[in-house]
Structure formats: C-alpha cells, structure tokens
C-alpha cells in the first residue's frame, strides 16, 4: 500500500476520479492519507484523521513511506490555530500561505523536517490532544464568522456545515467524523431545548428524515453554522430562524452533547 501526505495549502478531494466530480472534502496542509486504488491519474484515499474516502489528483499527491505514515499515526500533532498563516518551503525558498487547522508534523519549534522535506513555521500553533473548554470552542468559532459556505469546504475561504464542525471541534482536541450524518451518531441526546449548553451540537433534517445539517450552540436560544456564510442564527424547538429572511431554514431533529 501506498501513502501520502499533503504539502500544499488546501487540496480538493472529489467524489469520483474527475476534475469536474463533486468535492465532498478538502485536504489541508500536512494531514496524511492511505492509498486505497489508482485510476490513471487519480488516487484513491483514505484520509487518516477520520477515515473519509475519496479521491485526489495524482499531481497533488506527495509520497511517505510506511514508517513515517506509522509515526504520524502514533504521534501527537499540531494544528495551526490562525486564520492564514505562512510556512516556507526551504528547498524551494518559498513561503506559501496555509489556513487554520493545517497540520504540522514532526514539528519541532521552528522546524518539520521528514524524509526529504524540510518546512520552517513560527506561526502560533495547539497540540492536538489538548482539550479546551466549551468558550474557547466558541470563541474559535468566531473567527469563521462570514467564511463562504462551499460544498465539501474545510477553510475560512469556504466551508460546510460540518466542515465548520469539524474543525472547530478539532482545533479544540476532538475528533469528529466528516458528515453530519455521521457525526450525529456521537454524544449524548438531549431530551429539552432548554437543557442545551455551549459547545452543544444541533442537527437537522429534511422531510425523509435524513440529517442535512449541523451547526454549533452558542447557547439554547442561539447558534453558529455555515449555511451561505458562517452567521448566527436565533435557535428554539422547531429548529433554526433566519435572522434575514425571518423563516425557519432548517428542522431541529436533535441536540448532542460531545464535550
């Protein structure tokens, strides 16, 4: 089996072996990968922070062998926690921008350096196992506020609802799944509205019953999603109230508590 890791800033990652298939995913800087099957010129990947399935352009695939994917396995990581920030690639002497939540493996003060690449960063940074609490959670949040809602985003330059999630929770020291459909199988429910808390997550569905959507409390009466932007929105039993058009957009199915 083959492996991978991601050395540009923030790399699409699509449904099928095609530029112009759906992006269900992005790759950002530094997270690593399993090669699952080639197509010509696309790689099949299993990503490893939450085992998401898809598939990745050959050019902007950068080869590790087994052991370094083993070590990035067994080691803790660190994310940057700036909206952008620059890393400078010593070879080609060329700084490039990379976006909060990009991971920094064998980091080491100033340095990562791994088989034949060699990065420097200073930028500010968090351990990936250092849990925070539900107001840094939130505080984290805001700095979303406005990204562009994109299908299959993990940027502030677009972003999806779970996306959102996601990273935030991640930046934060837990691990989501990728979709709202999977991460609404994590946590605690909640029975009431009123019992909802900070940090909470709620989770909406359509009229089949399937969950379309997530986004995090900021309390029981007001929330943080990406739905056209990252916005707040009022937040009650029926589920969440536009501020602009002054309509229910989506329909609570259920309140989960992670943390």
Known sequence: MQ??????????CRKEPSNTSEMTTQLL?????AVLEINENWLKIKIAFD????????KQHHKITETTFKQLQSQDLEYTTELFQLIKNTTTQFNFPITIGSNLPFYNKTKINFEDFIFTFDGLHTL???????EQLIQLSFLFL?????????SPLGIDCSGFTQLVYKLNGYKLPRDAHQ??????????????????????????????HVGILLNNQQIIHAS???RVDKFDHYGIFNNDTK?????????????
């Open 3 to 12: 492996y991978g890791i991601c050395l540009l800033s923030v790399v699409p």
């Open 29 to 33: 800087f530094g997270e690593h990968y």
């Open 51 to 58: 085992n998401y399935e898809c598939w990745l352009n050959i």
């Open 128 to 134: 990936s196992t250092l849990k925070k609490s539900n």
């Open 146 to 154: 406005n990204a562009p809602y994109l299908w299959g985003g993990k």
């Open 183 to 212: 991460q609404v199988d994590l946590g605690e429910p909640l029975n009431f509205v009123e019992e909802a808390e900070t940090g909470d997550l709620a989770f909406f569905d359509n009229e089949d019953g399937k969950i379309i």
């Open 228 to 230: 056209g932007c990252v």
């Open 247 to 259: 309509k229910y957009s989506h329909t609570l199915r259920v309140i989960k508590r992670i943390i």
